[in-house]
């Protein structure tokens, strides 16, 4: 396919033109166009949702048994790896990450599909005890379409997350992913396809959020919507919800303290927080933003920190040795730029980049240096706002408690790390921490069988365990009467001749 080709979508089991508008996917780190798409349009919603519908109906997939739906996922995943350098590839162009992290997103998004194909066939439904004549059963079934509406962040993993949960589970799925990076989910329906998936199973649906996403969530055959994105959208998704007594997934935002007390290991500490804010360039749900460093330590923690975050490599996303690629677009770019002036106009004093780079490859693509803020208190917008770009906020703290009323004071409640020799003190503080996740000693490290999510503005529900196929399974109670005689009090209205 050439680029001026126009990309077919997948709908309802067929590839054709979406009928939205005509736009391009850029490549961040040049600006130039990667491949050109129609969105989809409202009505390509309503024969998404229809044929996933009629395909969760007559396909046979939710009658399956369990290994038979697990084998197509095992083969999905087989199929990710097979293809995963040149999906790595299509993603460093579709969202501009330097190519060692897309290898290591492909390579989740096959172990995702494996571990859920395995979770599929082997979860287990229960006998409960039984409080009279009759044996009582707890089981499962899935629930019909699912609409999986996924950012731009980390295309595949993302969508992986939501969509072999979902498929292993018996249902039907709708993807909308993030209007700027479709071409991952694009090729998730391609591999399901080659790999068995009944027809119609799995749509796709590129294009406007407030348009599509919104159709999806309103639509009545939409039995779940798995929602990762903004705490806004993800706000207005849960209203939408509400109304139809639906139940949502929401993996939102989040402001994430990194903590490092007295007794860290410096060396440890600095890779840690490090790799906690730049690795993605900061454009992680995850990222540790704000940093709280014991006063005693603050001023060599923080030239070291300084001097090694100066060091990191930001540059061309197809070069192995880049740690950070540009940021997503233009736009964004600016909204971070606009967050580093409000924290200077509120008193922060840079104490490394806040600058664009120029010359070279620079002057093409939207990138944008390791940048560290200090003189700021938490109360502060800087310090209280998802800035989602490589922007570090540091705050020195004197005593522990005034260190964790910091450190919870902040609408978000994603993920938190502490740094410390001393695991009473972090198992203590960890136990305090309001977040979703603690890495104590490490950061951003994922296992596929650990649940995941976030407390208040950070989002509902979790993804990832063996429970999460859980999310996508409605939860049913079978008795089975084990009575020679009719029920007492059916007898006793005989007995009194009614
Ligand atoms: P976003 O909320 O703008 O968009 C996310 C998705 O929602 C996109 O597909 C978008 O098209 C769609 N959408 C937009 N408006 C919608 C509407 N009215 N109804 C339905 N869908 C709609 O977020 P983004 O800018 O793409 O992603 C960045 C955000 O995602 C950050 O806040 C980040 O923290 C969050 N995120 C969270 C996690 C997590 O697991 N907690 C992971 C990655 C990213």
């Not at 906020?393 to 009323?405: G, K």
Request: net charge negative.
């Amino acid at each position: 396919m050439t680029l001026e080709q126009t990309l077919p979508i997948c709908i309802a089991g067929e590839w054709r033109l979406g009928r939205g508008e005509r736009y391009a996917t850029c490549y961040p780190a040049t600006g130039e166009a990667v491949a050109w798409l129609n969105a989809a349009s409202v009505e390509d919603v309503e024969d998404a949702v229809q044929g996933a519908h009629q395909a969760f109906l007559h396909s046979g997939w939710a009658q399956r048994k369990p290994h038979e739906r697990a084998s197509v996922l095992y083969r999905i995943a087989e199929l990710i790896r097979e293809r995963s350098e040149d999906l790595a590839q299509l993603q460093r162009q579709d969202n501009g990450k330097p190519i060692n992290e897309t290898r290591a997103l492909v390579a989740s998004a096959a172990g995702t599909f494996q571990f859920f194909a395995s979770a599929c066939e082997t979860l287990e439904e229960t006998i409960t005890p039984s409080r009279g004549d009759f044996v009582s059963m707890s089981v499962y079934e899935p629930m019909g379409v699912i609409a999986a509406i996924t950012p731009w962040n980390s295309p595949i993993a993302s969508e992986a997350q939501k969509v072999a949960p979902a498929l292993a589970a018996g249902n039907a799925v709708v993807i909308k992913p993030a209007e700027i990076t479709p071409l991952m989910a694009l090729q998730l329906a391609r591999i399901c396809e080659d790999a068995g998936l009944p027809k119609g199973l799995l749509s796709v649906l590129p294009g406007k959020g407030s348009l599509l996403g919104d159709a999806l969530t309103h639509h009545p055959l939409v039995k779940r919507v798995s929602f990762t994105g903004g705490t806004k959208t993800g706000k207005h998704i849960a209203h939408i919800a509400a109304d139809k007594m639906m139940p949502v997934s929401l993996e939102l935002g989040g402001k994430s303290p990194t903590i490092v007390l007295d007794d860290a290991d410096l060396d440890h500490a600095v890779a840690g927080v490090l790799y906690g804010i730049f690795s993605s360039s900061g454009e992680a749900c995850i990222a540790g933003s704000r940093l709280f460093v014991a006063r005693a330590l603050y001023e060599p923690f923080m030239a070291r920190l300084v001097v090694a975050a100066a060091e990191l490599r930001v540059g061309d996303p197809a070069d192995e040795r880049t740690q950070m690629g540009p940021l997503i677009s233009a736009g964004h770019r600016e909204s971070v730029e606009r967050y580093v002036a409000l924290g200077l106009a509120e008193g922060g004093r840079l104490l490394l980049g806040g600058e664009r780079p120029s010359g070279g490859i620079y002057d093409r693509g939207y990138y944008y240096p390791p940048t560290i803020l200090e003189g700021l208190n938490n109360g502060q917008q800087v310090c209280q706002e998802e800035i989602f770009g490589p922007v570090l906020v540091v705050m020195p703290f004197d005593d522990e408690e005034q260190l964790l009323e910091q450190a919870n004071d902040s609408l978000y409640a994603l993920a938190a790390g502490i740094w410390t020799r001393d695991y009473k003190r972090a198992w203590a503080l960890g136990r305090k921490i309001q977040a979703g996740t603690v890495w104590i000693n490490t950061y951003k490290q994922f296992s596929i069988s650990t649940p995941f999510g976030g407390w208040r503005d950070s989002g509902l529900g979790r993804e990832k365990g063996r429970l999460g196929i859980l999310q996508y399974m409605e939860q049913k109670s079978l008795y089975w009467g084990m009575n020679e005689q009719p029920l007492a009090w059916a007898g006793v209205q005989r007995e009194v001749g009614l």
